[in-house]
Nanobody, 119 residues
Framework: QVQLVESGGGLVQAGGSLRLSCAAS?????????VGWFRQAPGKEREFVAS???????TYADSVKGRFTISRDNGKNTVSLQMNSLKPEDTAVYYC????????????WGQGTQVTVSS
């Protein structure tokens, strides 16, 4: 079983940037066909943010397209989410997750990291 740990969250002003990282242990990210970032704001359901797949390429939610970039570093066994031009509505707990199969539910999740964007 893989363990996922997110880091890099914090408080940032609107228009600023943050870089989130997800570190995997137990297994490498290359074991999985897709790695995703999700977020959940208080009182709201979890929503998809971005994903990276060597099979299917990268995908972004419309709300973050052009502002966020997902990438991986195989040497460090990490997946990152570069977040630019942050908006207050980006405030949420951000989670990384992996799926064992493409076009299926995500199977393993990290504990999340808080991102707060002030106006």
């Amino acid at each position: 079983q893989v363990q996922l740990v997110e880091s890099g969250g914090g408080l940032v002003q609107a228009g600023g940037s943050l870089r989130l990282s997800c570190a995997a242990s137990g297994r490498t990210f290359s074991t999985y066909p897709i790695v995703g970032w999700f977020r959940q704001a208080p009182g709201k359901e979890r929503e998809f943010v971005a994903s990276i797949s060597w099979i299917a390429g990268n995908t972004y939610a419309d709300s973050v397209k052009g502002r966020f970039t997902i990438s991986r570093d195989n040497g460090k066994n990490t997946v990152s989410l570069q977040m630019n031009s942050l908006k207050p509505e980006d405030t949420a707990v951000y989670y990384c997750a992996v799926a064992r199969r493409l076009y299926s539910d995500y199977d393993y999740w990290g504990q999340g990291t808080q991102v707060t964007v002030s106006s």
